[in-house]
């Protein structure tokens, strides 16, 4: 009778549940019931993961909308898509992060106009353009648009801005008043108008006859401040007392260091300002002009080298340097370097072979259009493939640099003849060397 009672009592309970709140007991004896509220959890879920989205996607679109330079970013990077898609996996190891960046570049590099061969220059631009120049930021500065007629949409002088800033090669039209031999006033006004417009943490000045490896010129600024001064490159001794960087080669010049040069030169301050009589000679040299006003406010070349042995900036083409095959004068410019503070006796000694070069080699110089296209197409396929067999990297070589003495340069070499291995030897090595890839600073990465 209790039982029978006690049973009745719980029937009771359990009728008077309402509907939406099941018993224990029903929920785990009715399969059904189990899998809707499983089901129902998984909506849940799914529901909330939706929301914490649309709130990211939220705040990142107002981030992008608050900010004109990310809009341009992202229309950049919207004109072609595959392109920026595909450069990911092309060179990995400098990806585009670029395109998420949106204050003053890291570097960019000056392409001034050389002195050597002027007729082929068009020729050379064009291969900076196809080769390393879209890595390095390069800014072709032009006389006439001519010169580099492919930049046309890229182009900013003094009455307009470039049509796309995350984009290289860019082109800097000179104002008419500046003459083809007006190299004091053209470099004036390039350092004040990329300072100005640009305003690049690090500013690489070559000439259209340099070779540039951007991401070893990228980890060679890993870490520096662009406030601080810097005015590096390959230190040549001028005379008992000074001291400058080889053009050639190529010279950094910090924005902290622009600014200081600016404000000499509108002080009209002496060895840093020359007029516009000045003599032919300092004309055409006006990177010694530079040189000796950075001296005169403290500012000093310095040794580049990686630790202290191999040179990272060159001024003569990679086949010279691992030849030894450089100028007399080239040589005696590195004489009595130890004279000058930062510099030592090893500074006097140019070594050749596979000591010649850097692996963080930046720069080379009196390259070709021909030659440019080769050495970069040989360090691609290293990066690609860098186990290939020396015959293999030998053959690839033989096959896509330039076969004819002309298309050399008049300053560069031919390659050494087929069965001279003494030659290939080191040649070979050099170019696995400066071929590894590095891990820069991603504030430099472009491309």
């Known amino acids: 009778m209790a039982s029978h009672l006690h049973a009745r009592k719980k029937h009771v309970i359990e009728d008077d549940m309402p509907s939406e709140y099941p018993s224990p007991n029903s929920i785990s004896d009715n399969p059904k019931s189990g899998k809707r509220q499983r089901r129902r959890r998984g909506e849940d879920r ?53 395109h ?28 900076i353009h196809k080769t390393w120049g879209p890595y390095a930021r390069a800014i072709f500065v032009l006389h006439n648009q001519t010169e580099f007629p492919q930049g046309s949409h890229l182009t900013f002088s003094e009455e307009k801005e470039p049509s796309d800033t995350f984009s290289y090669p860019q082109t800097l039209l000179l104002p008419d008043m500046i003459g083809v031999d007006d190299g004091l006033p053209r470099l004036f006004y390039t350092i004040r108008a990329i300072h100005e417009r640009v305003d690049p943490d690090f500013c690489f000045f070559v000439n259209d006859h340099t070779f540039v490896i951007p991401e070893h010129l990228c980890t060679y600024l890993d870490g520096l401040n ?25 010279y950094l010049l910090s924005r902290g260091t622009m600014k200081k040069l600016m404000q000499k030169w509108d002080e009209h301050a002496d060895k840093c300002w020359v007029g516009p009589d000045a003599s032919a000679w300092l004309q055409g040299n006006p990177g010694l002009v530079t040189a000796q006003c950075l001296e005169s406010i403290g500012i000093h070349a310095i040794d580049t080298r990686e630790h202290n042995k191999w040179h990272r900036f060159h001024a003569f083409p990679l086949t010279r340097v691992v030849a030894g095959k450089v100028d007399g004068w080239y040589n005696k410019k590195h004489e009595g370097m130890e004279a000058f503070r930062g510099f030592d006796k090893s500074y006097g000694e140019l070594l050749k072979g596979e000591d010649c070069c850097s692996k963080e080699t930046v720069s080379f110089h009196y390259v070709e259009y021909l030659e440019c296209m080769a050495l970069f197409a040989t360090r691609e396929a290293l990066i690609r493939s860098p186990r290939m067999s020396d015959d293999q990297l030998k053959e690839f070589v033989l096959k896509t640099w330039p076969k004819e003495r002309g298309d050399y340069g008049f ?15 080191p040649l070979l090595a050099v170019l696995r060397k400066i071929s590894i890839p590095t891990a820069p600073d991603t504030d430099c990465i472009l491309m």
């Open 46 to 98: 799914c529901a909330a993961l939706a929301v914490a989205i649309f709130l990211i996607l939220g705040f990142f679109l107002g981030y992008v909308l608050l900010h004109h330079q990310h809009r341009k970013v992202i229309l950049h990077v919207m004109r072609n898509p595959w392109a920026h898609g595909t450069a990911v996996f092309r060179r990995r190891r400098q990806g585009f992060h670029h």
């Open 226 to 250: 662009a406030e601080d001064d810097l005015y590096a490159g390959h230190a040549l001794r001028n005379g008992k007392e000074d001291v400058f960087n080889s053009g050639a080669a190529g």
């Open 411 to 425: 300053y560069s070499m031919v390659l050494p003849k087929l069965n001279n291995d003494e030659e290939w030897t």
């Open 100 to 127: 998420f960046y949106s204050g003053p570049p890291r570097f960019v590099t000056v392409v001034m106009p050389s002195v050597v061969n002027p007729k082929g220059r068009g020729l050379r631009l064009d291969s």
